[in-house]
């Protein structure tokens, strides 16, 4: 895989991980709510624990390895990507639009050129 590629994918894998880390810290920054519910600390914890985790794996393993095994993680990372997109789109949210996007065409770039 290309360096550059490799940079950008793990530049977007920390980004979201990033993300994920700081919507636990502190709720009302990304989610925009004026009062943070204890449901709404709920999910976001709960996507952390899914998102930090994936976004590690994306960012690393392809350094390191390559194969259908390291494309998977990707290829998962790209899909939990373009559902954000889909997400920032029914929120209106700019940052998140074209955040997720930028990580879903990384990621996509980065499976095909893996597999």
Partial sequence: MQQILLI???LASFSSAAAAIISTAKPALLSNSPHVT?????YQ???????VPLEVLTAILP??????AVASIIGA???????DVVIGIGRKD???IFGASFATAVHVL???SIS
């Fill in 110 to 112: 980065c499976f095909f």
């Fill in 63 to 68: 350094i390191y390895l390559d194969g259908p």
């Fill in 94 to 96: 700019a940052g998140m």
């Fill in 38 to 42: 204890n449901g709404e600390r709920f």
């Fill in 77 to 83: 990372a790209a899909f939990v990507q373009a559902a």
């Fill in 45 to 51: 914890r709960m996507y952390a624990v899914r998102a």
């Fill in 8 to 10: 950008l994918n793990s």
